[in-house]
């Protein structure tokens, strides 16, 4: 008898943060295509629940993928913060992810015949050799942030630091890593020549930086046309470099994205076309109180309608009478992609994650950048600098006058709703028939489906 075909793909993500999201929605593109192949969804509990347990996820999930659950590391009575969590996690991670894969599959190793993982699970590469079998690594935030951590060893011979680490030099440009001729050493995240090198997270990341030339592809949620430099480069440097977003606009929206619980969109409508601020810093980061207060000072003083996602113990931080003395409307959550496709944002006040960014550029909006750690403020430096398409709070913290120059230039000057708009386009053509992000897809499936 003929042995058994491989046929089933082996998929790690990793559970914080925005990560395991996008990947799902690879994975999910990459299951109706191939029907015919299993595709095993590895994560925590907690990650697996997020992505898969939502009744309004059901019906977008094929049956051919199947979650399973992986040992997040953490004391049973652990009750500490999120990013000690993460340390627990990170120093078991390794071994956990081998250990649940091979209790799922013990002496059917043979039956996987490819591996999808996160690029943070850099150790992927390890296991898709030892079984012969091509490792295909997705990268969820932008070029611009994964050139840093491939050339972290470049920057670090290139920039040696004194005693007093950055100081003085954070304007200093490392013009020498391919693409990034605009970048600063205080734009870099931490991890590469400051902050915490010896930290679990940094050594995952410049292990991952190392790993990530035996990758059969690099993925990643953006498209060619955005950072073309960078794109060159990594195709001389990785076996494939696939760029195939954005998600935003080649994923089928999970239909709680068109819940809009806290009536946005009604609110939206009676306001005049882009006038609206919309302000929302994700889900992990908030501005300290005195910038919330700056903010919400500098936006009653310049008059500006705004649409703020805060959440509610949050609101008390804001002046005595602010939302009744303005035109503004704060929820506890906005179905942003919707909110930023809306006729009447004229601006978005942003921490500048990755997929905020995306999100901006595929809705046309330009960007308010006030970015708060990791690759947040690279991000804002290509939106201010490189692209045009927006501008950083000045000096990197909201204050009164700051926040009223911001708005007023970004809403009255149309070079920027110009430029995110020529970029807007590009990105459509992208996902297109002829697109490149849609060549690179079909590149992938031929890597992921192949016998």
């Given at each position: 008898?003929?042995?058994k075909?491989p046929?089933?793909?082996?998929?790690?993500?990793?559970?914080?943060?925005?990560h395991?999201?996008p990947?799902?929605?690879?994975v999910?593109?990459l299951?109706?295509q191939?029907?015919?192949?299993?595709?095993?969804f590895?994560s925590?509990?907690?990650?697996?629940?997020?992505?898969?347990?939502?009744?309004?996820?059901?019906?977008?999930?094929?049956?051919n993928i199947k979650?399973?659950?992986?040992?997040?590391?953490?004391?049973?009575?652990?009750?500490g913060?999120h990013?000690?969590?993460?340390?627990?996690?990170?120093?078991?991670?390794?071994?956990?992810y081998k250990?649940?894969?091979?209790?799922?599959?013990?002496d059917?190793?043979?039956?996987?015949k490819?591996?999808?993982?996160?690029s943070?699970?850099?150790?992927?590469?390890?296991?898709?050799?030892?079984?012969g079998?091509?490792?295909?690594?997705?990268?969820?935030?932008g070029?611009?942030?994964?050139?840093t951590?491939?050339?972290?060893?470049?920057i670090?011979?290139s920039?040696?630091?004194?005693p007093?680490?950055?100081?003085?030099r954070?304007e200093e440009?490392i013009?020498?890593?391919?693409?990034?001729s605009l970048?600063?050493?205080?734009?870099?995240?931490?991890g590469?020549?400051?902050?915490g090198?010896?930290s679990?997270f940094?050594?995952?990341?410049?292990?991952?930086g190392?790993?990530?030339?035996?990758?059969?592809?690099?993925t990643m949620?953006?498209f060619?046309?955005?950072?073309?430099?960078?794109?060159?480069?990594?195709?001389?440097?990785?076996?494939k470099?696939?760029?195939?977003?954005?998600?935003?606009?080649t994923?089928?929206?999970s239909?709680?994205?068109?819940?809009?619980?806290?009536?946005?969109?009604?609110?939206?409508d009676?306001?005049?076309?882009t006038?609206?601020a919309?302000?929302?810093?994700g889900?992990?980061t908030?501005?300290?109180?005195?910038?919330?207060?700056?903010l919400?000072?500098?936006l009653?003083?310049?008059?500006?309608?705004?649409?703020?996602s805060?959440?509610?113990h949050?609101?008390?931080?804001l002046?005595?009478?602010f939302l009744?003395?303005?035109?503004?409307?704060i929820?506890?959550?906005t179905?942003?992609?919707?909110v930023?496709g809306?006729h009447?944002?004229?601006?978005?006040?942003?921490?500048?994650?990755?997929?905020?960014?995306?999100?901006?550029?595929?809705?046309?909006v330009?960007m308010?950048c006030r970015?708060?750690?990791?690759d947040?403020?690279?991000?804002c430096r290509?939106?201010?600098?490189?692209w045009?398409?927006?501008?950083r709070?000045k000096?990197g913290?909201?204050?009164?006058?700051?926040?009223?120059?911001?708005?007023?230039?970004?809403l009255?000057e149309e070079?920027f709703?110009?430029?995110?708009?020529?970029?807007r386009g590009?990105a459509?053509?992208?996902?297109?028939?002829?697109?490149?992000?849609?060549?690179?897809f079909?590149?992938?499936?031929?890597?992921?489906?192949?016998?």
């Amino acid at each position: 008898m003929a042995p058994k075909k491989p046929n089933h793909v082996v998929v790690m993500a990793f559970p914080y943060g925005t990560h395991a999201m996008p990947l799902f929605n690879l994975v999910r593109r990459l299951a109706i295509q191939a029907p015919t192949l299993t595709f095993s969804f590895f994560s925590t509990s907690k990650s697996n629940q997020s992505v898969f347990g939502t009744s309004s996820n059901n019906n977008i999930i094929p049956s051919n993928i199947k979650s399973y659950d992986v040992d997040d590391g953490v004391p049973k009575d652990f009750t500490g913060h999120h990013m000690a969590e993460m340390v627990f996690f990170l120093k078991s991670m390794v071994e956990n992810y081998k250990n649940g894969i091979h209790s799922v599959y013990g002496d059917e190793m043979k039956m996987i015949k490819c591996f999808i993982c996160d690029s943070f699970m850099h150790f992927g590469s390890d296991m898709a050799d030892e079984l012969g079998v091509p490792m295909v690594s997705f990268w969820t935030a932008g070029p611009c942030s994964l050139a840093t951590h491939f050339y972290t060893d470049l920057i670090r011979q290139s920039i040696t630091l004194g005693p007093d680490g950055i100081g003085g030099r954070e304007e200093e440009i490392i013009d020498f890593v391919p693409g990034l001729s605009l970048i600063r050493i205080r734009d870099l995240q931490e991890g590469i020549i400051f902050g915490g090198l010896e930290s679990e997270f940094s050594v995952m990341l410049h292990k991952m930086g190392l790993a990530l030339p035996r990758a059969a592809a690099v993925t990643m949620n953006s498209f060619a046309e955005l950072d073309l430099p960078i794109i060159e480069d990594f195709k001389s440097k990785f076996q494939k470099c696939l760029t195939l977003g954005p998600f935003t606009l080649t994923s089928e929206s999970s239909s709680h994205i068109n819940d809009d619980p806290n009536g946005c969109l009604t609110w939206l409508d009676k306001q005049n076309p882009t006038s609206v601020a919309y302000i929302s810093f994700g889900t992990v980061t908030t501005p300290p109180p005195h910038e919330l207060a700056a903010l919400a000072e500098g936006l009653e003083e310049s008059g500006v309608p705004f649409l703020w996602s805060l959440k509610a113990h949050l609101v008390g931080q804001l002046p005595n009478g602010f939302l009744e003395r303005t035109k503004g409307f704060i929820v506890p959550w906005t179905p942003q992609q919707r909110v930023l496709g809306h006729h009447a944002v004229g601006v978005f006040v942003t921490h500048c994650g990755w997929n905020s960014v995306m999100e901006s550029i595929t809705a046309g909006v330009p960007m308010i950048c006030r970015p708060f750690f990791g690759d947040q403020r690279i991000n804002c430096r290509m939106v201010s600098d490189v692209w045009g398409i927006g501008t950083r709070i000045k000096d990197g913290v909201f204050t009164k006058a700051g926040t009223m120059e911001c708005l007023d230039m970004v809403l009255s000057e149309e070079k920027f709703r110009e430029k995110v708009g020529a970029l807007r386009g590009l990105a459509k053509h992208a996902v297109g028939p002829k697109g490149s992000s849609t060549k690179n897809f079909n590149t992938l499936a031929e890597i992921v489906c192949k016998d």
